[in-house]
């Protein structure tokens, strides 16, 4: 009987140690391998697992308080002062929870400075809507424009005359006042000040050539566990199967009046695909955007982005977001503050909807609009040219 409670707690000692290795190699590399993006998007219950093993391992340990777990876990002729190992494991539970606490309470922001907003800015709303018509259109568009009224919206939604209506008549400071409209497909784009140009492009990141790398094929079991997982949490079900490309709406806003320069934007919308591995698919997208950046003998060149916003399905921290906008900050630790998660809306567990804004512009403001339907969070922010 000893034996057997010896070696289960062994066991299960041993698990929770290989889930704490996991989790810190999710923290080193977050989504530049398709392992990490697993273990990174995870962090948080991989992290309460592989200590709930640790402490059940230790409490079924035989003669822990005899300081023999430490003998054994030494080896005979190697003993070391009583209770070692578990305050070694003590620091490393430590360790896991304060990286959640600081990664999910978003910390980093508490040490942000706080910048003082000019009277000259830019108040912009992104809203990835996620549904067709909705009952209430006038009401859900002042959700967005309750903490102000909005200077540029962005938003993917369906083409209903009556949600475009109610969006343009929050914006209008006064009545009649003409608000600019842009879109395509699904991406729609609002502002005050007159768009310039937009031009969509679709980055195709699933090619035949190297589909498989971006995005492995699962077994029909994992495919129909993961369908049920987000059927549990009331989310649509996302297909490993669906092969969508990136899009990017580059979006010239006339600001020169207002701000003394042309805003640009990008407006970004990743491939919502569960298993695509999201470092790959930001190399292809910034491969991509580079080309557009230089020009070509039949398209003039892309500018560089003031603004780079939209759904990224990329939790906040990932280094893949560093790879496709280098230098470029998240407004969510720069001008955020407190606990901020975009997705699903009713339950607010990853922060996927993001604004990376460009070293040569600040922000301030930054926070979260709850539009009331969808499975999105809005975002809002304030931004202007840094002097």
């Not at 300081?67 to 003993?79: C, I």
């Not at 360790?95 to 309470?105: D, Q």
């Not at 699933?206 to 498989?212: C, V």
């Not at 990329?314 to 560093?322: E, F, V």
Request: proline letters at 7%.
């Amino acid at each position: 009987m000893r034996a057997a409670r010896s070696g289960l707690a062994r066991l299960l000692w041993a698990l929770g140690l290989v889930l704490a290795v996991g989790w810190v190699y999710g923290w080193m590399v977050t989504d530049l391998t398709l392992l990490g993006q697993v273990l990174w998007w995870a962090s948080l219950p991989v992290a309460a697992l592989s200590i709930v093993l640790i402490a059940l391992g230790w409490a079924a340990w035989p003669g822990l308080r005899a300081g023999r777990a430490s003998r054994q876990v030494l080896g005979r002729g190697r003993d070391r002062p009583r209770g070692w190992s578990r305050w070694g494991c003590l620091v490393l539970g430590l360790v896991m929870v304060g990286g959640e606490c600081w990664h999910g309470l978003n910390m980093a922001s508490l040490v942000a400075p706080v910048r003082r907003v000019p009277p000259a800015s830019l108040l912009v709303v992104h809203w990835n809507s996620s549904v067709g018509e909705v009952p209430d259109a006038a009401g859900i568009a002042a959700r967005l424009g309750r903490t102000g009224r909005p200077d540029v919206v962005l938003t993917s939604m369906q083409n209903y005359h009556e949600q475009w209506d109610a969006i343009k008549a929050v914006m209008r400071s006064v009545e009649g006042e003409e608000i600019y409209f842009e879109f395509s497909g699904m991406q729609k784009v609002f502002s005050r000040y007159p768009i310039m140009s937009q031009r969509m492009f679709l980055i195709p990141v699933f090619a035949e050539s190297d589909g498989s790398r971006v995005a492995p094929t699962i077994p029909a079991g994992l495919e129909r566990a993961l369908r049920r997982v987000f059927s549990g949490v009331g989310v649509y079900p996302r297909d490993s199967n669906r092969l969508d490309p990136a899009s990017v709406m580059v979006i010239e806003l006339d600001t020169t009046a207002h701000l003394g320069c042309v805003t640009t934007m990008y407006f970004v919308d990743y491939p919502s695909n569960p298993v695509a591995h999201r470092a790959k698919v930001a190399r292809i997208v910034r491969a991509h955007l580079d080309k557009l950046r230089a020009g070509g003998p039949d398209s003039p060149p892309i500018p560089e982005a003031s603004l780079i916003v939209g759904d990224f399905n990329t939790p906040r921290g990932s280094a893949s977001l560093d790879l496709l906008a280098p230098g470029y900050q998240p407004a969510s630790v720069t001008a955020g503050l407190g606990v901020l998660a975009t997705w699903p809306r009713r339950w607010s567990l990853l922060h996927i909807d993001h604004a990376l804004v460009s070293p040569r512009w600040a922000c301030e403001g930054y926070e979260l609009l709850d539009p009331g339907i969808s499975e999105h969070d809005a975002q809002r922010l304030r931004i202007w040219p840094a002097r």
